[in-house]
């Protein structure tokens, strides 16, 4: 199973639900289509709950991280919330852990971009 993405807007932040696997192929490519429709549309506020995600691979943490300078570059701010126990080690080892900011809690990342 691919990824499932859900798009939705909590104030001026949008949020992405991802479910599933992020990995080579149709994964990684469906959520960078969808960061880039966001940043396209002027969504500046980008809050990815990767919660329901079950694995991620080296091409899914390569899309995290063009997502992130997508975002950036366009004067925006990308977080990421709900990580799993293996996404976290994931980001731990590949010291992106300290690039991203991380929530635990949805209503605090929320409040976090104000």
Known sequence: MSVKLNVRQVGDVSVIDAAGRITLGEGSSTL?????????KGHKKVLLNLSEVSYIDSSGIGELVSAYTTVANQGGVLKLLGLTKRVKDLLQITKLYTVFEV?????????SFA
């Open 103 to 111: 929530h635990d809690d949805e209503a605090a990342a929320l409040r």
């Open 32 to 40: 960078r289509d969808a960061l880039r429709d966001l940043v396209t």
